[in-house]
């Protein structure tokens, strides 16, 4: 059995759909692909992506040259499009650091603003456990009468850091995840 628990910046314990967004490629009109995860980092719409997931996506200005959008939960019942607006690809690592769309509540007109993952600057150890979310099977439907119609399927999947591998003075983990 998975044991996953997310908090907020401030230590309380959240859902994690309020911190981890799918990513959607807008083909217009209508056609939408889930592409990735993303988690944000700032409660104003700043999140964190592997750089491989957008790097096809993002002009050299940071602009995205296609359609780009975070799906993000909105409590109570809300699900929202947060179009990405502005990008940063860090030029050797994996990681890609996003801006989405300032939007409003629709029912309360309040700015949106979304809870921000906890991150830590301790690296795992050898034989920690670790997990990851992930959107593997998602999928959008465009019904026969206009309304669009998306199915997100979150997984997470989790493993145990099994070496350290150094590279110059940076370390990366190899983590095995289970199914």
């Not at 719409?45 to 096809?56: E, N, S, Y």
């Not at 300032?102 to 795992?124: I, M, Q, S, Y």
Request: hydrophobic share 40%; net charge positive; with cysteine.
């Amino acid at each position: 059995m998975i044991k996953c628990r997310f908090e907020s910046g401030n230590g309380e314990r959240v859902e994690g759909w309020e911190m981890v967004v799918p990513l959607l490629r807008v083909d217009m009109p209508r056609r939408l692909t889930c592409i990735g995860t993303g988690f944000y980092i700032h409660s104003s719409g700043i999140l964190v992506t592997a750089a491989h997931v957008v790097r096809d996506l993002i002009g050299e200005d940071g602009t995205p040259n296609a359609g780009l959008a975070a799906l993000q939960y909105v409590p109570p019942n809300q699900m929202m499009f947060r179009r990405v607006v502005k990008a940063s690809i860090h030029a050797i690592e994996d990681v890609a650091v996003l801006g989405v769309e300032t939007r409003c509540h629709k029912e309360t007109d309040d700015t949106v603003r979304n809870r921000v993952l906890a991150l830590t600057g301790r690296l795992p150890l050898l034989g920690d456990n670790v997990a990851t979310w992930a959107f593997p099977k998602s999928l959008h439907q465009q019904l026969d009468n206009g309304r669009r119609e998306i199915s997100i399927t979150c997984k997470i999947y989790d493993g145990e850091v099994l070496e350290e591998l150094a590279r110059a003075r940076r370390s990366a983990t190899r983590t095995m995840l289970r199914e």
